[in-house]
């Protein structure tokens, strides 16, 4: 007897099963997975290069993406600091503090940048709590030079906020200069400051000095390179992980009018971008990594269940082979399009250590030198530095000698 008109002569392939239907869904749900993942960057603007950080690091920063304004502001933050220009610093830092938080506002860019489908450095850069503490630790030294120590205080109070888990309550920061700095602003304001001093001593094993109301020199010193470098590592490059490389340089010592001034470091930057409360962590995300390796599965199961039901001689068999074929594919094109890698953009120049010292100086000019020292405790003699300290008669101002081993 002959076959009935549209009846199955035989078992179906996976080829046949995308005729019958399959293709048609296909399509509609590649087209929906993959729309706006095919967009490639825009052409980077040419740079003329100068030579002068500043101007280049501007010029840098107009032609970057702006995902990536966060990033140059700090970048040239640093820069400018080191060079002692502290309008261009303040500048940079107010406007990356401003724009620190844009990822959060309900946007297109902010949805598109939540989606699975984008890699994490397609998201406006914010970096990680270290490096947003690092905008706030900067700008309070612009603040001191500025006579406004309250505002100092408040960055220091914002900094420990950013450290710590103010949510969930599972851990504190631990960067010990911004409890050390915010008690030491409020003895500057006549506040009390025992509880800031007692929590940032039991942050360090090193004894810290107590607070010389009177002091009007306040010295900030950073050293040690590299800082913090960041990688991607896991199957899918979705564990955002960190280099640490132990600096040659180890702590500073500032010599002034023949008085040596220690400075040790009271913080490390590659301690804090690799642990939260103390604890060593691991930062993976999680939920990407996840949802690729999830609908991978799904597909290959969903692929071999349309084949075995396409071997069944039976409408429900081929109408099931064709559900399970599309589906299966769909999953497939999910997964391929899912980006979980890890944002390793990183505020690159920034030291290993920071230290602290504060002093009493008389009105006028002190010849002084800053000398660098390796873990042996030596001086390197290609980074020693001659310095001037200017102390203004005004006896409230606050003089800020701002210290750096690092290059411009």
Not at 99 to 126: C, M, P
Not at 135 to 164: F, H, K, M
Not at 336 to 356: C, G, H, V, Y
Request: a negative charge; one cysteine or more.
């Amino acid at each position: 007897m002959a076959p009935r008109k549209h009846e199955p002569t035989g078992r179906l392939t996976l080829l046949h099963v995308l005729h019958r239907g399959g293709v048609a869904l296909l399509m509609l749900a590649a087209f929906e997975l993959l729309t706006g993942c095919m967009d490639g960057p825009a052409p980077r603007p040419a740079i003329a290069y100068t030579g002068d950080p500043i101007v280049d690091g501007n010029a840098e920063l107009a032609a970057a993406p702006p995902k990536d304004r966060v990033l140059w502001d700090d970048r040239i933050a640093a820069t400018a600091l080191r060079l002692g220009k502290f309008d261009e610093a303040k500048a940079k830092l107010d406007d990356a503090i401003v724009h620190g938080g844009g990822i959060i506002n309900n946007t297109a860019d902010a949805a598109k940048a939540r989606s699975l489908f984008h890699a994490e450095d397609t998201k406006a850069f914010i970096g990680e709590p270290y490096e947003r503490i690092m905008d706030y630790y900067y700008r309070a030294i612009i603040y001191w030079r500025d006579g406004e120590p309250d505002n100092a205080r408040a960055c220091y109070r914002t900094g420990q906020v950013l450290g710590s888990d103010v949510e969930n309550h599972q851990y504190q920061g631990t960067f010990v200069l911004l409890d050390y700095l915010e008690g030491f602003a409020s003895e500057k304001l006549g506040e009390d400051s025992s509880d800031s001093l007692a929590r940032a001593q039991a942050l360090t094993k090193r004894h810290l000095p107590p607070y010389n109301k009177d002091a009007n020199v306040l010295v900030f010193a950073e050293y040690g390179q590299p800082g913090p470098t960041k990688y991607a590592g896991g199957e899918y490059g979705e564990q955002l992980r960190f280099y640490t490389e132990e600096a040659s340089i180890r702590s500073a010592r500032l010599t002034v009018d023949g008085h040596k001034v220690w400075l040790p470091p009271y913080d490390s930057l590659n301690y804090q971008a690799t642990t939260r409360g103390g604890r060593v962590m691991d930062h993976i995300l999680g939920n990407k990594a996840v949802f690729k390796g999830t609908t991978d599965t799904v597909g290959n199961v969903a692929l071999v269940g349309a084949a075995i039901a396409a071997n069944q001689d039976s409408r429900q068999g081929n109408e099931a082979a064709i559900g399970l074929a599309a589906f299966g594919l769909i999953n497939k094109i999910a997964s391929a399009a899912t980006k979980p890698q890890a944002d390793i953009r990183a505020w690159d120049n920034l030291p290993q250590f920071l230290s602290f010292a504060a002093l009493r100086l008389a009105p006028g000019d002190h010849s002084g030198q800053i000398e660098y020292l390796t873990r042996d405790g030596e001086p390197d003699p290609d980074l020693t530095r001659e310095v001037t300290i200017t102390v203004p008669a005004d006896p409230s101002a606050n003089t800020v000698v701002f210290l750096s081993e690092l290059p411009h």
